[in-house]
Structure formats: structure tokens, C-alpha cells
């Protein structure tokens, strides 16, 4: 099945960008994408990109796909004390179960 | 905006003890699930359930579990008897035909003591 890989913990300054990292196994996942999790709270999508997409911008948030490394990230431009959360990396084939990396802790330091 | 809700938000439960956990996906959703996260842990796919029926279930789902659309609103998971191990967040999500986008509830925190 598939496996989705993050890195646990981040820490950036305030207003600096924050980037964090995915890799997955199943390169037969249609859809890719990035969720936030506020402590207590539940899972926000927060947005995602189709498999045949490089790249998608939403406001200050920017992923980028690399299919042949299996690799996605999500940059987070003028980083807030407000993004300070757990993101999940997920894949999702077709309109199959949703598949959920490890979680990234993002600490914004103010 | 028509959003997932789950209640209880918190269940305090004794180890053997039976727990029903309550979901009302958004009204024009066809497909639910369940999910489930460890503190800590990753959030782990349980159940999905299409037409009165489940379609695809992970290992974590035994016996113990079960899934109910009780009435034209409720989805409910039930734990038979309850395990130390089950002690988690879980998750209802539901999407509609053909839209791929889950919507996730705020999650019922289980504790199993």
C-alpha cells in the first residue's frame, strides 16, 4: 500500500518561508495533498494538486510535485505565529481511502 | 458552510466497556468513513461505507468494530468492547459522488482507561 514519509519537526522565524517535505510510494495517486492540524483540533485541507500538475499557488501557500522523485512540498510564504501546526502530507488514488504522511510539527518562532 | 460534525467531542470509557461514536456527514454525501490517530501517530484509515454497505476496510478494523447508517442522517462506529489501544482521535469524513474531496469532521477523542 501506500507510504507516506515527512520529516517530524520544523522551526522557522517569523516572516521567513517555511517549506516542508513529502515523499510517497504509490505514483498512481491522483491526488495529493496537504492538511493542517491546530492542536485539539480536526484536519482542514488546506489545498492539493493533481497528479499532472508540477505546481499549484494558492495565496501565500505553494506546492510543488515532482513525480519522478515521488517527492511534494508545501512552501508557506511570511510564515504567521498562526501557521504554527502539525501538516499532513496525503495521497488519495481515484476516490479511494486517503493516505496520511507522518505529520510535520511547524514551530514559528515570533 | 455544511460541515461534518461528530459528537461526542470527548469519550471517557472503561476497557471492555462498549462505545458508540456519532457522526452527521454533510446532507448530499453519499460516501463516509472513518479514520483514526494515535496521539502522536499518524491518522490511519479505518472504514469506508457506500450504500448501506462497507467497501473497503483496513486491518485495524476487526471484529470489534462495526459501522452503522442507522437513519437518513447518523453514521455511527461502534467498538464492542473497548482496549486500552484503542485510545485515539477518530475521524468521520464524507464526500459526494464523483468529488474526490473528503470533508473531516473535528474528530471524538477516545479514552480507553
Known amino acids: 500500500g501506500e507510504d507516506v514519509e515527512q520529516s517530524l519537526f520544523l522551526s522557522v522565524r517569523e516572516g521567513d518561508s517555511s517549506v516542508i517535505n513529502c515523499t510517497y510510494t504509490?505514483?498512481?495517486?491522483?491526488?495529493l495533498y496537504w492538511y493542517k492540524q491546530e492542536p485539539g483540533a480536526g484536519l482542514q485541507l488546506l489545498t492539493y494538486?493533481?497528479?499532472?500538475?508540477d505546481m499549484k499557488q494558492d495565496q501565500r501557500l505553494t506546492v510543488l510535485l515532482n513525480k519522478k522523485d515521488k517527492h511534494l512540498s508545501l512552501r508557506i510564504a511570511d510564515t504567521q505565529t498562526g501557521d504554527s501546526a502539525i501538516y499532513f502530507c496525503a495521497g488519495q488514488k481515484g476516490y479511494q481511502k486517503v493516505t496520511f504522511g507522518t505529520g510535520t510539527k511547524l514551530q514559528v518562532i515570533p | 458552510e455544511p460541515e461534518v460534525t461528530q459528537t461526542p467531542s470527548h469519550q471517557v470509557t472503561q476497557m471492555g466497556q462498549e462505545v458508540i461514536l456519532r457522526c452527521v456527514p454533510i446532507?448530499?454525501?453519499?460516501?463516509f468513513y472513518w479514520y483514526r490517530q494515535i496521539l502522536g501517530q499518524k491518522v490511519e484509515f479505518l472504514v469506508s461505507?457506500?450504500?448501506?454497505?462497507?467497501?473497503?476496510k483496513s486491518e485495524i478494523f476487526d471484529d470489534q468494530f462495526s459501522v452503522e447508517r442507522p437513519d437518513g442522517s447518523n453514521f455511527t462506529l461502534k467498538i464492542r468492547s473497548t482496549k486500552l489501544e484503542d485510545s485515539a482521535m477518530y475521524f468521520c469524513?464524507?464526500?459526494?459522488?464523483?468529488?474526490?474531496?473528503?470533508?473531516f469532521g473535528p474528530g471524538t477523542r477516545l479514552t480507553v482507561l
Open positions: 469524513a464524507s464526500r459526494e459522488d464523483r468529488v474526490n474531496e473528503q470533508f
Open positions: 504509490d505514483s498512481s495517486s491522483t491526488y
Open positions: 446532507s448530499n454525501h453519499l460516501y
Open positions: 461505507f457506500y450504500n448501506n454497505e462497507i467497501s473497503e
Open positions: 494538486i493533481f497528479s499532472n500538475m
